[in-house]
């Protein structure tokens, strides 16, 4: 029989040890999720549950793209891929979920979804398909997450949380300072695990590193905002 084999992890492997902490990072904040969700008002449980659900499926994908580095001394890109294709998307649902008080339509939640699954597959076309052209296809990639941007910066979310006010303005205007600021960080990392005009500005940076830890910001610091968005408009009732 096998003994259990655990791989060394070298001291300045960074890549290895984001994996780690970020698998451990993501459990922890699943746990705080799913425990704290009951004590909420309904109409916030699903919200929680979904912040739950996205540091999960990452606790999960991190546990595997741990160990894929450790095997193979390579990037995970097709874990990674498939952790935010999942992911992402429910993210937008989160956008949906909140400003739901407001009138969101499942429209505005699809055209999200929409943008975000055509973002991140021509991103995985780039980095793990089409090298060549991965300048071209980051573009591409770019160009619909502007339009997410877009859209909850200045389009109908941003008209719908106005329009609820309060709490909720304030947890979607967070929420769009990640978009635009926290998810800028995964661009980065393409640019410096891509060949392309950019070698010269980004090429020294570890591509898996800059993504571990845009996700451990975005997937924790995204679910944390909803979190305390449940939290003040539970207290708000019981000033009441
Ligand atoms: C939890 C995972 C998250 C929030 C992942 C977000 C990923 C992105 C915003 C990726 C964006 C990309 C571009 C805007 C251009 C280059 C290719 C990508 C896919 C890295």
């Not at 996205?54 to 450790?70: C, E, G, K, L, S």
């Not at 097709?78 to 999942?86: H, P, S």
């Not at 739901?100 to 999200?112: D, E, I, N, Q, S």
Request: aromatic fraction near 18%; charge should be neutral; hydrophobic fraction near 50%.
């Amino acid at each position: 029989m096998n003994a259990l084999l655990i791989s060394k992890l070298a001291t300045n492997d960074y890549v290895g040890f984001t994996f780690f902490v970020g698998c451990m990072a993501m459990m922890a904040a699943s746990v705080f999720f799913f425990f704290s969700m009951n004590s909420f008002d309904k109409k916030w449980r699903t919200s929680i549950l979904v912040s739950g659900l996205i540091t999960f499926i990452a606790a999960v994908h991190y546990y595997y793209m741990r160990d894929y580095w450790a095997e193979n001394g390579e990037s995970p890109t097709f874990f990674r891929y498939v952790d935010w294709i999942l992911t992402v998307p429910l993210m937008c649902v989160e956008f949906y979920l909140i400003l739901k008080v407001a009138g969101a339509t499942k429209k505005l939640m699809w055209t999200l979804i929409g943008a975000s699954v055509v973002m991140l597959v021509t991103g995985y076309w780039g980095e793990g398909v089409d090298r060549d052209n991965a300048a071209i296809w980051g573009g591409v990639s770019g160009a619909a997450y502007f339009y997410i941007v877009y859209l909850i910066f200045f389009g109908e979310a941003k008209s719908l949380a106005t329009q609820a006010g309060g709490h909720v303005l304030n947890a979607h205007n967070i929420l769009c300072k990640f978009v635009l600021i926290g998810w800028a960080i995964y661009p980065i990392g393409y640019m410096a695990g891509t060949p392309g005009w950019y070698d010269g500005i980004f090429g020294g940076l570890e591509m898996d590193v800059i993504y571990n830890i845009g996700d451990a910001i975005n997937k924790i610091g995204f679910g944390l905002v909803v979190y305390s968005l449940a939290v003040n408009s539970s207290s708000n009732q019981q000033a009441a």
